[in-house]
């Protein structure tokens, strides 16, 4: 029997562990623990991604919570390291880009642990991102690099990280996507927002180098407020631009736009995936509208996820109004675009299944 560790703590981990631990759950030679970091700890920030997602209770929650960086690395590694000591995994399985992610890699390779990290590879090349940091630190130290693209390898090899460590196994978060689309439908949203199919845009912000700074966050915004005179926009609002907006006084900017919460994966699901367009400083959102064949325009000056851009329909149009704008009036003219990027079929949990299989038991 081999122990397998999983670290989520942050909402975009959530959807990349759920189709891996349901791959896993049927080898009788593995045991599976989760643990929550509690990075994220509003009920619509984690919990309930873990109920609607069937991911088991996790087995040990950290409850590390906010903090700066350095407190809340701190928090994770303190606590990992005691999981890991009582639970001596034969593996630790970290993803994506999160302080968690990063947290857990250092523990785990200081106490000798093996670390598979899935969506390894991608880079920014922006060390002003703290997300290419922890891209950089846990691709260093992972015994298994997993792979969401080509290009991703690329990077990888150029680093002079051993071709054998690395394996393309294609996007886990596409599983996911492609799980739940059959229910993510307008008619779950529309007791709450009066929706028609195709005739809305999606609003996403929440990276500090875009709300934490006045002059940039009101860019976007006035941005913003210009698209939504021709479409109308919806808004999740994440916790940390909400007290942004607050903060910096920006209110005005947001008249006639729709805020809401945070929204569920499947209520999120249902938005984007029958939206007109997307806006967004995120990077998963970036994949899961080159998967829907929607339209995405990414409030960023670079990306990580240029496959998105080559064979989807991304565009990365930065934080400048008259950028944005331009980008808005070019994909209004796009049509549908399916362009999906190569073994983004939701069939990487099973591809990963079988590289961890061969790992722990070769
Ligand atoms: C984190 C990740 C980012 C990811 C994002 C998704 C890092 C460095 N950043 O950024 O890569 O894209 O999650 O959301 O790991 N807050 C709440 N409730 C919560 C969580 C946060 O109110 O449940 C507020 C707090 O004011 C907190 C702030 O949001 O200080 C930022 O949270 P934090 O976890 O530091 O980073 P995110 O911006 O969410």
């Not at 896993?24 to 009920?43: A, C, F, M, W």
Request: proline share 7%; hydrophobic share 40%.
């Amino acid at each position: 029997m081999k122990t397998i560790v999983h670290v989520v703590g942050a909402r975009p981990n959530y959807m990349k562990i759920a189709p891996l631990m349901d791959a896993l759950k049927s080898s009788p030679d593995i045991r599976q623990i989760l643990v929550n970091t509690g990075q994220h700890y509003d009920e619509a920030m984690s919990k309930g991604f873990l109920r609607e997602l069937a991911l088991p209770l996790p087995d040990r929650d950290l409850e590390v919570g906010s903090g700066s960086h350095a407190v809340q690395t701190a928090k994770v590694m303190i606590g990992f390291e005691e999981v890991c000591l009582t639970e001596k995994p034969d593996l630790v399985v970290v993803v994506g880009d999160v302080n968690s992610t990063m947290a857990a890699t250092l523990v785990a390779a200081k106490l000798r642990i093996p670390v598979a990290h899935v969506e390894a590879g991608l880079r920014s090349g922006d060390l002003a991102m703290p997300e290419e940091i922890n891209r950089l630190v846990t691709d260093r130290l992972a015994d298994l690099l997993l792979t969401p693209s080509q290009d991703a390898d690329d990077n990888l090899k150029a680093e002079g990280v051993p071709p054998e460590k690395i394996v393309f196994v294609g996007n886990i978060m596409i599983d996911t996507l492609m799980r739940h689309l059959p229910i993510a439908t307008l008619d779950r949203l529309r007791p709450r927002l009066d929706l028609k199919e195709r005739a809305y845009a999606v609003l996403t912000l929440h990276r500090p180098s875009n709300v934490d700074r006045p002059q940039t966050f009101t860019g976007i915004l006035e941005a913003v407020h210009e698209i939504a005179r021709e479409l109308p926009i919806v808004f999740p609002v994440h916790p940390r631009t909400r007290e942004r907006v607050r903060e910096f006084g920006l209110e005005r900017y947001l008249e006639g736009i729709t805020l809401t919460e945070p929204l569920g994966y499947i209520d999120f699901l249902s938005l984007s995936s029958h939206a007109r367009l997307v806006l967004s400083d995120s990077g998963g959102l970036q994949e899961e509208s080159t998967a829907l064949g929607i339209p995405c325009l990414t409030l960023r000056a670079n990306t990580e996820r240029p496959i998105t851009v080559t064979h989807g329909t991304n565009r990365v149009v930065g934080m400048i109004p008259a950028d944005i704008l331009a980008g808005f009036r070019a994909a209004m003219s796009d049509t549908h675009l399916d362009r999906r990027p190569p073994l983004w079929d939701g069939h990487t949990a099973p591809r990963i299944a079988t590289v961890l299989h061969k790992f722990l038991f070769a």
